[in-house]
């Protein structure tokens, strides 16, 4: 196995709380770079939080202050936690990640990176 695979997904209120999680098929400190993004229905796919290997984060105008991504250097799972939800945050979220690339500050992935399958947070009204 290669790719990451995500859980956590679920049905949430606005205004409530979802973590996800993603384990990596290799310890963390293999990856450089590691990410979360969201898709909403009928729409492409759009950078919510990275990760790199020596402790950098980014994360998207609209979720900061609302939004922890936290991973370790071992086999622990890469974690999104989400507070305060809104229905436009609807989506598959993904997991992503990569050997040496560098596109955590940007949130464009590029090069050689891998991803999961996707897991489904509705948020409603």
């Known amino acids: 196995q290669i790719h990451p695979v995500e859980s956590g997904g679920g049905s949430v209120e606005a205004g409530g709380s979802l973590r996800l999680s993603c384990k990596m098929p290799?310890?963390?400190?293999?990856?450089?770079?590691m990410g979360w993004f969201r898709q909403p229905p009928r729409n492409p796919r759009e950078g919510v939080a990275s990760?790199?290997?020596?402790?950098?984060?980014t994360y998207a105008e609209s979720v900061k202050g609302r939004c922890t991504i936290s991973r370790d250097n071992g086999e622990n799972p890469l974690y999104l936690q989400k507070n305060r939800l809104k229905p436009e945050e609807t989506g598959m979220y993904y997991c992503?990640?990569?050997?040496?690339?560098?596109?955590?500050?940007?949130?464009?992935?590029?090069?050689?990176?891998?991803w999961g399958k996707g897991t489904l947070v509705t948020v409603s009204s």
């Open positions: 992503a990640a990569a050997y040496s690339e560098t596109w955590c500050p940007t949130l464009r992935p590029f090069g050689t990176t891998y």
């Open positions: 290799k310890p963390n400190t293999n990856y450089n770079c």
């Open positions: 990760s790199n290997r020596d402790g950098g984060t």
